[in-house]
């Protein structure tokens, strides 16, 4: 996990970018292009650093330990917002970019630009208004499960090497019954980078560094992230 | 005394509950175009017209049976005669004149006048009779009263109560209303044209024996003929004099028929907007359960396009009329209305009980959002309203204007973005879940009482066994959401089961829960 985080850009997106990751790394920084964001930022308590887009990003490099920052491309312009993303991409092939769309139209360009994530505000939002009007209920647990800070959640949790679940098939091991947790997908290295959802069925022989995607009250996910912890004796 | 006991009779008509009944359901199939039943109605005459023209056609030179010569001049004849008399029934309230008469006197300590009450329902009686859709209705009732054979050509004026029936000739009539002045005044200038071409050709040309024109009938014939530039030619003036009258008629006739044709032309144009309204109005009003959206913008079109894949219908209100011709374009029902007026409603005829499943409002400002919600909750309160939240500080005062559900695009970016550094294997797996990227999908199932027994043993049916996950059951009554229950929790009416598996599993669970309870 990154344990330094960016966020470029001063509006009301980036606020709540800025908002919400700030107390949850290590580092933080806020980039702005124009004094008026300065300006802006300052005002609402956040330290902030002027740059400008066509420089050539040393100070980043110096700053953070690139591997482990994340970037959150957030600029008010989409066409300033692709430029910088190629900007940081040109120079650092390993960063993690997170970058802001407009619309779908953007998006394309902010993956071409190489952004590894693209959040197009505009469909996302809509995603939200049909799934309230389809799936009220869905949405409105999900919601609680992934963004309200109660007691239930959804985590990811990597098998370490020395783990009990090494070597077990995922049908041997009972999340429901004996967890109170529901598994929802994995991500098995044999069989890929991507994640497999656990209702295909396949019973998945797990690995050390496979990820387990858990969803439960957070107390017993924290008994499960010991037990998958415990040293396999 | 016959003036109290009229007044009397008023009053019981007045306060009788099936007399008015009665009177509102005749108004409604003959003259209220939104009457659901007045259009069967409209097929029948219509269908009867047609008949009644053929019967016409056809007697002109065969003989028709008498059966069909008593249905065209009788049946349909008394059925055009009863609708006749209830249109003039309804035209007018005489039990509400009477009463306002009396009312009236008596505020004024004046004896009733049952003259003045019988005068006042008289005029408004003829104002019915005098009016051209009257007139043709009883031109059309005519072969009825004369079997002479000249009348019967009287059936043609049924054709002419096909205005009253088809809403395309009536809304022709009212564009070509429109134009009234310009088409009177070249009416007139037309007018003026043939008779003093006809007197001038008839000067010219009725001396001159070897001219086909010698009376006075047949100059206003060519007149007609020529400025309408028909010209058969089967009259032509031989004389130079006459000669020079045809021209400046052909070159008149040109201007009036190109003139005409302009006018009427501009006439469609100006109203080819409303024409397009009026159709959009009454297309909405035929459609079944639809989301009304208040506002378009590049977010309606998205919501729009999300909503259409679950085959639902969508109305948009846009006051703009840009942005309304815009998202026409895109084929969507769009009303260019003010959705926050009061007088959108009453003239889109939307009704929010019977069509709107819930409403949507995205306007582009928290203000506009909130104005408008008052005006929709002020019409109906139970209807499900949701927004877009602009600035989050505005939240209270949208839940304070009746908005139940919000959506703050800036404040979803911000949670998206916290889980996407921390979790973002968990966030990808619930993205792909919601929109049902790979075919697993996340859904709803609504419950009944004691399906509990039925709803856990099929959890454990080797069918979805591993394949179905159950994330939990919301209770509606409670409004919480019980994770992973016990397979002894107790299922009430209305609960909602959370499941995650394969699309075609879960309609199948679906399907077997449901099929289970009707054995």
């Known amino acids: 996990m990154a344990r330094s985080a960016a966020v470029f850009g001063f509006n009301e997106y980036s606020r709540q970018i800025a908002n919400q990751v700030r107390d949850i790394y290590q580092d933080f920084a ?156 994995i991500v098995d290295h044999e069989l890929g980078t991507t994640f497999s959802f656990a209702s295909k069925g396949h019973n998945h022989h797990i690995d050390p560094g496979d990820i387990l995607v858990v969803i439960g009250y957070q107390d017993k996910l924290d008994a499960l992230i010991r037990a998958v912890r415990k040293v396999h004796v | ?64 049976s008498l059966t069909w010569l008593f249905f065209n001049n009788y049946v349909i004849s008394a059925i055009f005669l009863i609708e006749y008399l209830l249109r003039m029934w309804v035209y007018s309230d005489n039990a509400k004149v009477i009463i306002d008469q009396y009312e009236n006197d008596l505020f004024l300590h004046r004896r009733f006048s049952l003259s003045q009450a019988v005068k006042t329902i008289l005029k408004q009686k003829f104002e019915f009779i005098l009016s051209p859709s009257a007139i043709i209705d009883l031109l059309a009732i005519m072969p009825f009263l004369h079997e002479l054979r000249m009348l019967r050509i009287f059936v043609l004026f049924r054709v002419l109560k096909l205005f009253r029936y088809a809403r395309s000739l009536r809304r022709l009539i009212s564009i070509l209303a429109s134009k009234k002045f310009e088409l009177l005044t070249l009416g007139l200038f037309a007018l003026i ?30 007149s007609v003929v020529t400025i309408f530039t028909v010209g058969y030619g089967d009259m032509v003036p031989v004389t130079p004099e006459g000669r020079s009258v045809a021209m400046i008629v052909i070159i008149s006739g040109i201007a009036v028929i190109s003139f005409g044709t302009s006018i009427i032309v501009t006439a469609f144009t100006e109203k080819l907007d409303d024409i397009k309204e009026e159709k959009m109005i009454e297309d909405v009003s035929k459609l079944g359960k639809f989301y009304l959206i208040c506002g378009y913008s590049a977010l309606t079109n998205e919501v729009v396009h999300r909503l259409r894949k679950a085959s639902k219908d969508i109305v948009i209100l846009e006051k703009d009329p840009l942005k309304a011709k815009e998202a026409q374009s895109e084929g969507l029902y769009v009303l260019n209305f003010d959705p926050a007026s009061l007088h959108t409603y009453q003239m889109t005829r939307i009704h929010f009980e019977r069509q709107v499943i819930a409403v949507i409002l995205l306007e582009e400002s928290d203000v506009a959002n909130i104005y408008t919600a008052l005006t929709i909750r002020e019409l109906n309160k139970k209807i499900p309203l949701h927004s877009i939240l602009h600035k989050p500080e505005n939240r209270k005062k949208l839940s304070m204007a009746g908005i139940d559900e919000m959506v703050n695009p800036h404040e979803l970016v911000g949670f998206m973005s916290k889980k996407i550094s921390n979790q973002p294997v968990a966030f990808e797996v619930i993205h792909a879940l919601r929109s049902e990227h790979g075919g697993t999908a996340i859904d709803e199932i609504i419950l009944d009482s004691g399906m509990s027994k039925r709803f856990f043993e099929l959890l454990v049916h080797p069918l979805f066994h591993q394949r179905l996950s159950m994330l939990g059951i919301y209770q509606v009554n409670e409004q919480s959401f019980v994770f992973n229950p016990a397979a002894n929790f107790h299922i009430q009416a209305g609960d909602v089961a959370i499941v995650v598996a394969n699309r075609s599993l879960v309609n199948e669970f679906r399907n077997l829960l449901h099929r289970k309870k009707g054995k």
């Open chain 2, 193 to 222: 044209m043939i008779i003093v071409s006809s007197v001038l050709i008839y000067v010219m040309e009725a001396t001159n024996p070897k001219s086909p024109i010698n009376t006075l009938f047949e100059s206003l014939y060519w």
């Open chain 2, 1 to 64: 005394m016959l003036g109290q006991w009229v007044v009397t009779f008023a009053f019981f008509l007045h306060s009788c509950a099936n007399y008015r009944n009665a009177k509102n359901f005749t108004y409604n199939i003959l003259e209220n175009n939104h009457f659901p039943y007045k259009k069967y109605f409209d097929y029948s005459m219509i269908a009867l017209i047609i008949l009644s023209v053929y019967i016409l056609i056809r007697q002109v030179k065969y003989e028709m």
């Open chain 1, 30 to 185: 806020l980039f702005v292009i124009s004094e008026e964001e300065k300006k802006e930022a300052l005002q609402a308590g956040f330290l902030v650093e002027l740059i400008d887009l066509s420089e050539d990003w040393q100070g980043i490099e110096r700053q953070f330990d690139v591997e482990s920052l994340i970037v959150f491309c957030a600029l008010a312009n989409d066409a300033e917002n692709v430029f910088l993303t190629i900007s940081l991409r040109a120079t650092f092939d390993k960063l993690n970019i997170v970058a802001l769309a407009q619309d779908n139209e953007s998006a394309i360009k902010m993956k071409s630009a190489g952004a590894d994530k693209v959040l197009p505000s505009l469909q996302i939002a809509a995603s939200v208004i049909s799934d309230m009007l389809g799936k009220p209920i869905v949405t409105k647990v999900l919601h609680e499960v992934l963004y309200e800070d109660g007691l239930l959640n959804i985590i990811e949790i990597e098998v370490t090497k020395d783990s009990e679940f090494v070597g077990k098939y995922l049908h041997d091991i009972h999340f429901k019954s004996e967890y109170d947790v529901i598994l929802l997908a």
